[in-house]
């Protein structure tokens, strides 16, 4: 992690309202330096461990929602047991590919919603996550 990069971690989390420490700038870079991706804590925190940044479980897990609450990432909940962070926060959708439990972008324009429905009095519908489950073909 090299100093500028550092520094642009440190603007852009003082900009979401939170207080660039050292763990949440260490994190934050491994999480935006790759580009739009889905990870869970537990990849995460395993690139924690492999670059060297001393960080808990518990940790990366805290950080990973106050980056959510932040707006920085979205929460992408596609298996039970499983929450994804998506460092892409524009309205999107996904594929989920269940034997390699690999979340992939759906590409923008192919999909269509007609007819959401009505939400309840005095709600808004906030956002709609459609989640395209895939496997593999058996011939």
Same mark, same amino acid.
């Given at each position: 992690?090299? +100093?500028?990069?550092?520094?642009?971690?440190?603007?852009?989390?003082?900009?979401?309202?939170? !207080? %660039?420490?050292?763990?949440?700038?260490?994190?934050? #870079?491994?999480?935006?330096?790759?580009?739009?991706? /889905?990870?869970?804590?537990?990849?995460?925190?395993? +690139?924690? @461990?492999?670059?060297?940044? %001393?960080?808990?479980?518990?940790?990366?897990?805290?950080?990973?929602?106050?980056?959510? #609450?932040?707006?920085?990432?979205? @929460?992408?909940?596609? #298996?039970?047991?499983?929450?994804?962070?998506?460092?892409?926060?524009?309205? /999107?959708? /996904?594929?989920? @590919?269940?034997?390699?439990?690999?979340?992939?972008?759906?590409?923008?324009?192919?999909?269509?919603?007609?007819?959401? %429905? +009505?939400?309840?009095?005095?709600? #808004?519908?906030?956002?709609?996550?459609? @989640?395209?489950?895939? !496997?593999?073909?058996?011939?």
């Amino acid at each position: 992690m090299n +100093e500028e990069t550092d520094l642009e971690m440190e603007d852009r989390l003082r900009e979401s309202g939170l !207080r %660039p420490t050292r763990q949440r700038v260490a994190l934050a #870079e491994l999480l935006f330096a790759k580009g739009d991706r /889905h990870l869970t804590v537990e990849e995460l925190h395993e +690139e924690a @461990v492999t670059a060297g940044v %001393p960080v808990s479980l518990a940790t990366v897990y805290n950080t990973l929602h106050q980056f959510t #609450e932040a707006g920085m990432i979205r @929460v992408l909940a596609v #298996e039970g047991s499983k929450t994804y962070f998506d460092t892409n926060t524009s309205d /999107h959708h /996904h594929f989920f @590919v269940e034997d390699t439990n690999e979340v992939l972008d759906l590409p923008n324009g192919n999909l269509a919603l007609n007819r959401l %429905p +009505e939400p309840p009095a005095g709600m #808004e519908i906030a956002h709609v996550d459609i @989640v395209v489950r895939l !496997r593999r073909k058996t011939n």
